[in-house]
């Protein structure tokens, strides 16, 4: 049974930065993609951060520059160091593997329905 836990969630000032973390538990299936989506309150899930098995990296638009997604050598922990948040960065992130790869380009999509396994979501809230 594939488990996926998010840690480093809180609160911070504008500017400020967070660095969330994921244990990984039960996934071997290194060839699909792990990342980060998030959820701001009113608004749809979006994926913000990916990573392919050959250490390909794919960020949101939105927060490219901010983010740098990180994984250990063993495949059991994920990271996603943002920087410079923003008030509207506030949302919940959550982590998620199984992820599909545009077999071109190599590039993690964030397709949602087509990502499998989901963590419970870490609270970002960012506020003066």
């Known amino acids: 049974q594939v488990q996926l836990q998010e840690s480093g969630g809180g609160s911070v000032q504008p500017g400020g930065s967070l660095r969330l973390s994921c244990a990984i538990d039960?996934?071997?299936?290194?060839?699909?993609?792990k990342g980060w989506f998030r959820q701001a309150p009113g608004k749809e899930r979006e994926g913000v951060a990916a990573?392919?098995?050959?250490?390909?990296?794919t960020y949101t638009d939105s927060m490219k520059g901010r983010l740098t997604i990180s994984r250990d050598g063993a495949g059991s922990a994920l990271f996603l160091q943002m920087d410079s948040l923003q008030p509207e960065d506030t949302a919940i992130y959550y982590c998620?593997?199984?992820?599909?790869?545009?077999?071109?380009?190599?590039?993690?999509?964030?397709?949602?329905?087509?990502?499998?396994?989901w963590g419970q979501g870490a609270q970002v809230t960012v506020s003066s």
């Open positions: 039960g996934y071997s299936y290194g060839s699909y993609c």
């Open positions: 998620a593997a199984g992820g599909p790869i545009f077999p071109r380009l190599g590039f993690c999509s964030f397709t949602e329905d087509e990502w499998i396994y």
């Open positions: 990573i392919a098995n050959d250490g390909k990296t």
